[in-house]
Nanobody, 123 residues
Framework: QVQLVESGGGLAQAGGSLNVSCAASGIDLYKIGMAWFRQAPGKEREFVAATSRPGLSQWYGNAVKGRFVVSKGAAQYTSFLQMHNLQPADTAVYYC????????????????WGQGTQVTVSS
């Protein structure tokens, strides 16, 4: 059974940092591409970042480029998202997603999703 489990997140002040991680199981780890999305109340799910299958390449959404860093664990089954210089606009539920197919900035391209973890940034 495929499972993606996020952890981390929480509350931060503007300008601060938080980390979130995603542990995958039940997946062929060397064939999976992993990504992060976020969704704020009343808004569509937004692409945040993604890593290629070997973890050698990263892509970022325009809103987080230069502030967030995505990486994969050495064992490939974990994705990490380091969030720096957080702003109130970063407040959202952050989701880990995975796909056996081509990595995409579109949420509809991902077959597997975690339950989400809340990140709240106060001004």
């Amino acid at each position: 059974q495929v499972q993606l489990v996020e952890s981390g997140g929480g509350l931060a002040q503007a300008g601060g940092s938080l980390n979130v991680s995603c542990a995958a199981s039940g997946i062929d780890l060397y064939k999976i591409g992993m990504a992060w999305f976020r969704q704020a109340p009343g808004k569509e799910r937004e692409f945040v970042a993604a890593t290629s299958r070997p973890g050698l390449s990263q892509w970022y959404g325009n809103a987080v480029k230069g502030r967030f860093v995505v990486s994969k664990g050495a064992a490939q089954y974990t994705s990490f998202l380091q969030m720096h210089n957080l702003q109130p606009a970063d407040t959202a539920v952050y989701y880990c997603a995975a796909t056996y197919y081509t990595l995409s900035r579109g949420a509809q391209s991902y077959e597997f999703w975690g339950q989400g973890t809340q990140v709240t940034v106060s001004s």
